[in-house]
């Protein structure tokens, strides 16, 4: 417990209290100045006007009592100048006594310590025993998808915030945050940086720069994961010492020209920047357009005594839904499948014999940073590119690249019309502006119903807002760093299938140990879908219900953040 005396010390060791204080004291002394003129006011009076005669201690007593409105009624004016002094007496004390003596006391001492009170709720420095935990620099949309992860996981975290009121705000939200300088070494220091699983730097390009440096002061051995928004930023990072540099918007614009050019009937074999893949995995998606799949259910498609391959699910409208044997394939179905590379390749000839390419140009609405890396992306794939782009210096940056490029609004029909959308098979919207990429949703979905949609979103709350519009698929710059830093730290590439659902592996609880597959009721009770297990070196594909699940096994599966918790809660 602390001691007056200790809590006072504290607070005139503030800086703001110092600074205010000489204005608090010149304030007393008039108060004090004031009150003893009352009271000589007062025995002027009470003597030449009353007849009466009083000590000064009275007169003081008188005045305080009359200036804050208590007003015993012992001593008393009868005279009207005195009444008139006491209602002079009365306000005055009203404006000084109980509207500026407060303020003034809250502004200058009670907010400060208050404030202080609040600073010192965010830790300034982690225990010495702290160890394998994850330092992120600011808390924002990827900060809050990694610290849902990072509980499922149980990885221990801290973000780093200067401000040591937003810090201490964060630790009342239930976020733990530490505060300190970003640029300080000793900052790093009393974060425990040599113990740490790895940091991640995710402001701006420059400060970014500047923690990786002062960091590497510290540790050459701590992972250091940043974030840039411009290609020009990746060397100077990579050469200030971080181990990896993302540049998400340029990855979001490939990931999105990937789903955008689906359909082909080609299977892709997914690499850095398309889906990804996990551990000895190869995670694809083709659609059934001109495959000999169309029409059949999953279950008649014989994909996985074909090929090996299992089908884990299926794109419909935007969403990942599981495919289940009954399911029907038709035109418009993406499959999701995972698999070895040889597998992979066994599929990709079996649609190769039905290959039919169509030459429709892709429609690019927004030649920013994520529409650029799309259109690029894109061309690589050989594909005809049209872009719609109102900034005609943003346009420039496209010459020679794009097929065709339309300065003017997307808003505007004659735009699109000119830009091809009639001939186009699919548009990718790159607006950095979410409502304007949903309502292009709903403009070009309503122009061509049966458009491929694909668009970005910023904010994950806008997801089905953007669905509901009309996409048919949407991808947020938060669930793209979220998910490839959790790659980083679990050493794979990324794998982006769905906002909300991941591959991911785990030891086999001993609840399961010498059961069978069938019987381990994982599916049926937590929702998740087992594509591979583990056993030593060896990783199995081929699945059958009968598989007994051995201890030491390492179980590979597909779902839900929601799911991989409810399979932690049944069986850990």
């Known amino acids: 417990m602390k001691h007056p005396n200790s809590t006072l010390a504290n607070i005139f060791e503030l800086g703001e209290v110092r600074r205010n204080l000489p204005a608090l004291v010149k304030y007393l002394a008039f108060l004090v100045g004031i009150i003893l003129l009352f009271a000589a006011i007062f025995q002027l009076l009470m003597v ?62 009670y907010a400060p310590w208050l404030e202080a009170q609040v600073r010192h709720r965010a830790p300034r420095h982690l225990p010495s025993t702290t160890s394998g935990h994850v330092l992120i620099s600011r808390y924002d949309e990827i900060a809050s998808g990694l610290i849902e992860r990072f509980a499922v996981s149980g990885i221990p975290y801290h973000v780093i915030e200067p401000d040591p009121v937003a810090a201490a705000h964060l630790v009342n939200e239930g976020i733990s945050a530490v505060t300190g300088d970003l640029d300080s070494r000793t900052s790093y220091e009393q974060f425990q940086l040599d113990q740490a699983r790895l940091l991640v730097a995710n402001r701006d390009d420059a400060t970014n720069t500047n923690i990786t440096l002062t960091v590497r002061e510290v540790s050459n051995n701590v992972p250091i994961v940043g974030l840039v928004d411009h290609e020009d930023s990746i060397d100077i990072l990579e050469l200030s010492g971080c181990t990896h540099v993302l540049p998400l918007k340029v990855r979001l614009g490939e990931y999105l020209a990937n789903r955008a ?97 169509l030459d429709t140009p892709t429609l690019v609405i927004g030649a920013g940073t994520v529409g650029t890396a799309a259109t690029r992306a894109l061309k690589r794939k050989g594909v005809s590119v049209h872009v719609v782009e109102r900034d005609t210096r943003t346009s420039d940056q496209l010459r020679g690249v794009a097929d065709q490029i339309v300065v003017g609004d997307a808003n505007d029909r004659d735009v699109l019309m000119k830009a091809g959308l009639e001939e186009t098979g699919a548009a990718l919207l790159s607006m950095n502006d979410d409502a304007i990429n949903i309502y292009l949703s709903v403009y070009c979905r309503r122009l061509k119903p049966d458009l491929r949609l694909v668009s970005r979103i910023t904010h994950n709350r806008n997801l089905e807002a953007i669905h509901r519009a009309g996409a048919d698929f949407a991808l947020s710059y938060a669930s793209l760093g979220t998910e490839a830093i959790i790659s980083a730290i679990e050493g794979h590439d990324p794998v982006i299938l769905d906002q909300n659902v991941d591959l991911f592996s785990l030891q086999l609880p001993s609840a399961l140990e010498n059961k069978t597959l069938a019987e381990s009721g ?38 839900r953040i929601d799911q991989h918790k409810a399979f932690l809660e049944t069986f850990s």
């Open 48 to 109: 030449r006007v009353e007849g009466q005669s009083h000590s000064w201690i009275t007169a003081i007593y008188w005045t305080l009592v009359t200036m804050s409105t208590l007003g015993f009624g012992d001593v008393v004016f009868t005279s009207d100048i005195g009444r008139i002094f006491t209602v002079v007496v009365l306000v005055s004390g009203t404006v000084l006594l109980l509207v500026v003596l407060p303020f003034t006391f809250i502004r200058f001492f």
């Open 261 to 357: 050019s689906a359909g082909s009937g080609n299977v892709d074999i997914i690499g850095s920047f398309k889906i990804g893949s996990f551990k000895e995995l190869q995670v694809a998606e083709f659609s059934a357009r001109y495959s000999p799949l169309v029409g059949l259910a999953v279950r008649d498609t014989h994909l996985r005594e074909r090929s090996g391959l299992n089908i884990v699910g299926i794109w419909q409208r935007g969403q990942l839904v599981p495919a289940f044997p009954h399911t029907e394939i038709d035109e418009g179905t993406i499959l999701v499948v995972v698999g070895t590379a040889e597998q992979l390749a066994v599929l990709d000839n079996m649609l190769q014999t039905n290959e039919h390419k």
């Open 522 to 559: 994982i599916g049926s009770q937590t929702g998740l879908c087992v594509v591979a297990i583990q056993q030593g070196d060896t990783l199995e594909t081929h699945l059958q219900g009968s598989l007994v699940l051995e201890a030491g096994t390492e179980l590979v599966m597909i779902g």
